[in-house]
C-alpha cells in the first residue's frame, strides 16, 4: 500500500476560520463528490445516499434498515411495541445522523436546497427513530437537544427553495411551521428552557420579517381563493399550508 502525502492538496486550499469552505468535485470514477474543508484536513463525502458511501447491512443506511425491521415486526405482530433499539443500535444511528448534518451544512453553504431538506428530514426521522424506540432513557433524549437546529436548517431551507421558485408566501409558511415546531420542542423539554433567548428562533423570526416585506399584498386574493378551492375539493393539507400563508401575512413572526 503506497501512502500519499496531502500537504500540497491543503496547501492549495487553505483553511479559513470562521468560515465554512465547501467544493463539489468529479471523482475518478465519474460521480459527484463534496469536499469540505476543516482544520486539520478535507471532509470528502458522496453527494447520494450516505455521505461515507456505506451500505450498512445492504441497505441505503441505517435508518432505512430499521425502518424495514419496524415494517417488518409490526407487520408480524400487528403493532411496533415491543421493538427496541439497543444503546448500540442509537449510537451508530448518532454516528449516521453526525455525517448527514456535516454534508447537509455543506450543502446549505452551496445553495442546495432541496438536498438540504432530504438530509435533515433524514436526521429529524433518526430523532423520531431514537425518541420512541431507544430502549434507554439517555437513547430515547439523547438527540432532543438538536432538533430545534435541524428544524431551523429545515425551516430555512424549505423557505430559500420556495424563494427561488418565486413563492414568497409558500416560505413564510415553511419558516413559520417551523418556528412552531421548535417552539413546542422547547416547551416538552423537561427542563425549564427559555424561548426567547432560542438563537433557532431568533434566526427564524428575522427571516419571517424579511419573508413578509416580500408578499405583495393581492397575493392574499388569490390565496383565498385557493384556500376555498382546497376546503371545497377536501385537500385539507393543502388548506392547513394555505391558512398559515394568510395568518403569516396579517402576523408576520416576530
Known amino acids: 500500500m503506497s501512502y500519499i502525502d496531502l500537504q500540497s492538496a491543503l496547501g492549495e486550499w487553505p483553511h479559513e476560520p470562521d468560515q465554512v469552505s465547501v467544493r463539489k468535485i468529479l471523482g475518478t470514477d465519474g460521480s459527484v463528490r463534496i469536499q469540505m474543508r476543516v482544520e486539520l484536513g478535507i471532509l470528502q463525502m458522496e453527494s447520494e445516499g450516505r455521505p461515507d458511501g456505506a451500505k450498512p447491512y445492504g441497505a441505503d443506511s441505517l435508518l432505512a434498515y430499521h425502518q424495514k425491521l419496524i415494517a417488518v415486526y409490526e407487520q408480524r405482530n400487528g403493532t411496533t411495541l415491543g421493538y427496541v433499539l439497543s444503546t448500540q443500535d442509537c449510537h451508530a444511528l448518532r454516528v449516521e445522523a453526525s455525517m448527514y448534518y456535516r454534508r447537509y451544512v455543506a450543502l446549505f453553504v452551496l445553495e442546495e436546497f432541496a438536498a438540504v431538506v432530504k438530509d435533515t428530514s433524514h436526521n429529524l426521522a433518526i430523532f423520531d427513530l431514537c425518541r420512541d ?27 430559500y427553495q420556495a424563494m427561488q421558485d ?85 402576523n408576520p413572526p416576530g
Open 133 to 159: 424506540y431507544a430502549a434507554e432513557p439517555q437513547d430515547r433524549a439523547g438527540l432532543e437537544t438538536y432538533r430545534p437546529y435541524v428544524v431551523m436548517m429545515d425551516a430555512r431551507a424549505r423557505a
Open 166 to 250: 418565486g413563492e414568497a408566501a409558500t416560505a413564510l409558511a415553511h419558516v413559520n411551521r417551523g418556528i412552531m415546531h421548535i417552539k413546542t420542542c422547547l416547551e416538552q423539554r423537561p427542563e425549564n428552557v427559555s424561548i426567547d433567548a432560542s438563537e433557532e428562533l431568533k434566526i427564524l423570526h428575522a427571516l419571517g420579517r424579511e419573508l413578509a416585506r416580500k408578499i405583495p399584498q393581492d397575493s392574499l386574493v388569490v390565496t383565498r381563493k385557493a384556500l376555498r378551492t382546497a376546503l371545497e375539493q377536501e385537500q385539507f393539507e393543502e388548506a392547513a399550508r394555505l391558512r398559515d400563508v394568510i395568518r403569516n401575512r396579517h
